[in-house]
């Protein structure tokens, strides 16, 4: 049986699912932190939604498909639209300046040499906040400039809001774990093996965010494909393409 909590300001129950962090209430739009009781303070910001139906998704993911190279010439036209979603993911933005000091082995030329560097950046970093969700956070170039507090009135009702899974600790856990990751990969372009780094961070307030991401599922030809679409910008994060294969070559 699940346990009913109740908003702290409108009263309504909390729609949640086991294993959330923070619901947003769908009555008022409060955000209330499940696992403990306290006030959530930090900032709860919403991406605004410009793609407001399914037709005009369609629209941006046929017009992807028809000029994309590497796609069948019929794509567009014979396409099946079986999944047209719109989620209202969650994520967490991390501001987080970090400095790798690295020694590595340059070996391409002679015997090979040790060599030290330094890689800097500065980044918002941005961690989805569902554990199984599968999402390219790398790919997805998330529109900051648009964001607001968030607001569920600007959320269309057949729209699904997903709850954050963890917290924002966690999050900037990840967010270090990742972006050293990341910084591993840019001394990779110096050295040929790295070995020895370490990392100093400062990491700024995490605001916890919400962004609208349509998931689309299209068959052709008896196969099924996802395509993402960033519901505020129009731009397609990542999508699945049915490359002509042998077969289609005979
Ligand atoms: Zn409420």
Partial sequence: MKVVIKCDHCGAPLNYK?????????????????THNKPFTLEHALLPLSITDEKAVVEVVKDWMSS??????????????????????????????????FKGFFERIGAGQVKEGKIRG??????IAQRAANFPTKEYDVPLKGKMPYDFTKIPEYAKVLNAEFGEEEAVEKAKAEVVEHHIYLARKEVDRVIEHETDFKVGEACYLHAPIW???????????????????????????????LFDAL
């Fill in 18 to 34: 086991a294993g959330d962090y923070v619901a947003t209430c769908s009555y008022c739009g409060y955000t209330t932190v499940l």
């Fill in 122 to 127: 500065k980044y918002d970093w941005l961690v």
């Fill in 68 to 101: 994309s190279f590497l796609a069948p010439r019929d794509l567009s036209r014979k396409a099946k639209f079986d999944e047209v979603d719109l989620f209202i993911y969650p994520f967490w933005v991390v501001p987080i300046e970090a400095t790798t000091r």
């Fill in 215 to 245: 998931n689309i599922k299209y068959s052709y030809k008896g196969k099924r494909f996802r395509v993402l679409v960033d519901g505020t910008e129009g731009k397609i994060i990542v999508g699945d393409l049915p490359t002509p294969g």
